[in-house]
């Protein structure tokens, strides 16, 4: 039983970040705009968690500069999805493109940086003061249950509030409807008032912010500092979990936690001793192997906003 | 005269000039305001492309990747399918050169070659795969391959730990000397620049690009499925065919790089944590290029020779040489978005028309 609910516990701490990266996907896919770019949003939000927690430790913050490295994540990795937002919606740059190089300048920005601010380091310090899992008091005394579900990291509670928060509004708020018509059928939304371009900026910009939380939890919870390698294609695992969750928050978030189980699956079975016989490699390579057995397995296709890719042209039929 | 000229008024020759000047002088403003020389830095990247010969070779040595890698982005964009699975599909054609070149026992010539093969082969099929998963399941092409990259991975690190290990070290056995690719009188003439025949097949697989999109009857379908699936089905196209012979095809290109690395450049394959990133680099390369078979080399080219350059910029001026991948990313940029681009250049085009 204990095996089962650390893999329920270990399953929410390695999902958290896809799912703030899949839910920054999918709102910018939403709105009719191809997000390549989380992979870039994701360094974005770890370096500037990183270096905010940083300064903060250092000023004498203690257990506040985390949750300033969050907020300064959130707010400063909008530089590179207005971008993103510029290109594609202002100038109708193609999309994917836009979102390549907003993963090239990102990554060279952000590590320049930090070769600026730390002279010449390649990485930034080590925080001593990052998140730590919370224990909710009462419901995480309750057996197997609570230690599997009410004792995690801050952001994951965060991450699975941003779910519910962002499939509230998009089914069930206008301006829900309004992002869901723009991504479906801009000239339609057009007709009856919908502000297009403004809706899809509005979208592409908090697409970034949402991704970079992802980018955040990596580095407060699990790494400690920001290095060239701490994001290496976890943007690209989420972009997969939006399309594998059919473009609805419940499923990116079911994708992402398919993902964060096949993660967790890996550590909880080096624990038996028929483990040691199987290479290494081999566990590595499960949450991926996994994955795509379970997408070969599943049925049905997925089905794109009908407007994903097309820049909004007045007129344009 | 007028003709000739006329090339370069042309817009879509216009634009990515005019963009990779503004590229790179937003590149000389960041250096200015980070506190570097910029005439400095730009002054030792051009001398460490063009400065010896070593230099020259190795800086070819680093433009074939790229634009190999472009093909293999640029032929699947053309099929409608976005392959971000190149890094992947280098690794397989690294591990099957690796294998050839190591446990292999032939003659020379035919050892390379063998091994540059098998290798493009084993790239192929990981490549076909992704096409397979697609056609069959109608699995996105982006998942499939950004998970087969993982896989991929993890695979060769499996092979070459348990088949091909070099005690005490986080990397591969060497490959036989009778299965290097290595031009050596050229390589002995360049300084010991590490040129190898991967150069030549790479100019092939342009000129490859090139008559197969454009010339062939298979080519045409790769382009009907691009522009419109639906159409090509309905006018008695083979849809899934396509995908999958389109993918074996990028898969090749990635492969070949992925030989040409093991057997002309390195000799072995070090164990790292992360893919190499060049797939990624060729997704640039094919979208600056504009997927056409002079595009491809000649962005390829460009960002090439800039990334081997910018070594020098570190060395040379201690600018860090991520200055040069943020200039590549602005003058992608600028191409994607050539609005941008006009609001630059409206006034002086406007001042041209006048004189005329």
Known sequence: ?317 | MNKFMSIFRRESAVIPVVSIIIGLLLGALIMLIGGYDPLLAYDSLITKIFGTSYDIGEALRSIVPLVMCGLAVAIAFRAGLFNIGVDGQIIMGSLGALIVGTKLSLPPLLHALVAVVFGAILGGLWGALIGYIKAKRGINEVITSILFNFIALYLSHYFIRTFMPQAGTQRSAMIQESASIQIGWLSQLMGGARIHWGFLLTILAVIFYHIYLNRTKWGYELRAVGLNPDAAEYSGMKVPNVLVRTMFISGVFGGLVGTFEVLGVFKYIAINSVTSGLGFDGIAVALLGGNTALGVLLAGTLIGALTYGSQGMSFGAEVPGEIIRMVIGFIIFFVAAPGIVRLFFRPLTNKMKKKV
């Open chain 1, 1 to 317: 039983m204990d095996i089962i609910s650390n893999l329920i516990n270990g399953t929410l701490v390695f999902s958290t970040a896809f799912i703030f990266a899949a839910l920054g996907g999918l709102i910018s896919e939403r709105s009719g705009v191809i997000n390549i770019g989380l992979e870039g949003f994701m360094v974005s939000g770890a370096f500037f968690s990183a270096v905010i927690a940083y300064y903060a430790e250092s000023a004498g913050l203690g257990g506040l500069s985390p949750w300033l490295g969050v907020i300064g994540a959130f707010v400063f990795s909008a530089v590179f999805s207005s971008i993103h937002a510029i290109a594609t919606i202002g100038f109708k740059a193609n999309q994917v493109v836009s979102g390549v190089v907003v993963n090239i300048l990102a990554a060279s920005s952000t590590f320049f940086l930090v070769k600026l601010i730390f002279e010449g380091s390649a990485e930034s310090p080590l925080l001593t003061t990052v998140f730590h899992k919370f224990r909710i008091p009462f419901l995480s005394d309750i057996p197997f249950i609570g230690n599997a579900f009410f004792n995690n990291y801050p952001t994951t509670y965060i991450a699975i509030g941003f779910v519910i928060l962002i499939y509230f509004i998009i089914y069930k708020t206008s301006t829900g409807l309004r992002l869901r018509a723009v991504g479906e059928h801009p000239g339609a939304a057009d007709t009856v008032g919908v502000k297009v371009n403004r809706m899809r900026y509005m979208a592409v910009i908090l697409s970034g912010s949402i991704a970079a939380l992802g980018g955040a939890t990596i580095v407060l919870t699990s790494n400690g500092n920001f290095a060239f390698n701490t994001i290496s294609g976890q943007g690209y695992i989420a972009l997969a979990a939006v399309i594998f969750g059919k473009w609805n928050p419940v499923g990116a978030m079911l994708a992402s936690l398919f993902f964060g189980l096949a993660q967790a699956v890996k550590d909880q079975l080096q624990i038996f001793e028929f483990a040691a016989r199987i290479p290494n490699e081999f566990f590595y390579m499960l949450p991926y192997v996994l994955t795509m057995l379970v997408l070969i397995g599943a049925v049905g296709k997925a089905r794109a906003p009908k407007a994903l890719g097309e820049p909004y042209e007045v007129g344009k039929r």
